[in-house]
């Protein structure tokens, strides 16, 4: 097979559609959700659009820090292709450049992400298409995700722990996919 | 062990006695996670003016994508007939709901297609910026809901 080139990914902006949270009007709720002061210059947009809603921002950024951040378990770069594989099929560019870099950052090799880019399924080793192929699945709606592919995870070494938290990973970007892709564009 | 099963093991249809329930206790962190989302999506201290029924028509609406009738069972059919209609995937003829039925639709089944333009929509059939971040998140909860339990159907099955 012919050499895969390597891809280096610059980071994109993303800029909501919609106004988000000044911090200057910011409630006491918001503030408390976005853990700052309004003193604070340095919250990005996307937690700003997301405190309109500090109910929903805290439970999910909990949720989501607690699946990508546990320790033990699934590696973490295996969380990171398994959210990249989701934010593919979800057309969340942002998403897929974020944690396309944060796999090769984690992984210290940039081979996963240029075969990926490249559509160069050959280049990916059995475990690691064996996860975005159970993430492709997983993702499409309704999930298409079925025994065989629970077989490829568990020959490729994972135990029912860390399948779980790969399944969770998926099931997570499907709801960070649908929030930042609708509400904003990256460039 | 006992346990008090959360909506995720309920709609995974996990057994009592389901090995998986010990896998799941590796992560309380998740199952608490969930079950706080699960709450702040449906019944928020402050619903931002979507009241709990609508909200969870809408969810029910997410749910019916997923071909599983114990996560459906989570979401009560609504009592009045346009929430109801909004629930079961049906017509609904007022715009701010038709507006809803449809944005919720399509971010269900195809995120990537979501354009500033159905924001707009949104806006203009009088949706708040604050009910239109609280819509998304609700449905995108139900969307990773939906996965959840259909992974850990999947593990339960291939035991």
């Not at chain 1, 408390?32 to 500090?54: C, E, G, I």
């Not at chain 1, 950052?105 to 990916?124: F, H, K, N, P, Q």
């Not at chain 2, 959840?148 to 593990?155: E, I, N, R, S």
């Amino acid at each position: 097979m012919t050499a895969i080139p390597q891809i280096t990914l610059k980071p994109l902006k993303w800029t909501p559609h919609l106004p988000p949270v000044e911090m200057a009007d910011a409630t006491p709720r918001q503030l408390a959700a976005m853990q700052v002061t309004p003193s604070a210059k340095k919250v990005s947009a996307y937690v700003r659009t997301l405190a309109h809603d500090p109910d929903s921002y805290v439970a999910r950024t909990t949720l989501f820090n607690a699946i990508m951040y546990a320790q033990d378990g699934l590696p973490r770069e295996d969380r990171e292709l398994g959210a990249l594989g989701a934010s593919l099929i979800n057309g969340c560019r942002y998403c897929a450049n974020v944690h396309a870099r944060q796999h090769a950052r984690l992984s210290g090799s940039t081979a996963v992400i240029s075969a990926l880019y490249a559509g160069r399924r050959d280049g990916l080793s059995e475990r690691d298409a064996a996860i975005l192929t159970f993430a492709e699945a997983l993702t499409a709606t309704p999930p298409t995700a079925d025994a065989s592919h629970i077989a490829a995870l568990r020959d490729a070494g994972m135990d029912d722990v860390q399948i779980t938290d790969l399944i969770h990973a998926i099931a997570i970007f499907g709801w960070a996919n649908r929030l930042m892709h609708p509400l904003g564009h990256s460039d | 062990m006992t346990h008090r099963p959360d909506a995720i093991s309920l709609a995974a249809g996990l057994a009592n006695d389901s090995p998986l329930h010990t896998v799941r206790s590796f992560r309380p962190e998740f199952v608490e996670g969930a079950q706080a989302c699960r709450a702040a999506v449906l019944t928020p201290e402050d619903d931002l003016g979507l009241n709990p029924e609508l909200r969870n028509a809408i969810a029910r609406r997410v749910a019916l994508g997923a071909d599983n009738p114990e996560l459906l069972s989570g979401y009560p059919m609504p009592k009045t007939a346009e929430l109801a209609a909004l629930a079961q995937g049906r017509i609904v003829t007022t715009p701010a709901l038709i507006a809803l039925a449809h944005h919720t639709d399509m971010i269900a089944a195809n995120p990537g297609k979501a354009t500033a333009a159905d924001l707009n929509t949104l806006q203009q059939v009088g949706y708040s910026t604050a009910q239109i971040v609280a819509l998304s998140e609700l449905l995108a909860y139900v969307c990773f809901q939906i996965r959840v339990a259909h992974g850990l159907k999947l593990l339960e099955r291939t035991k």
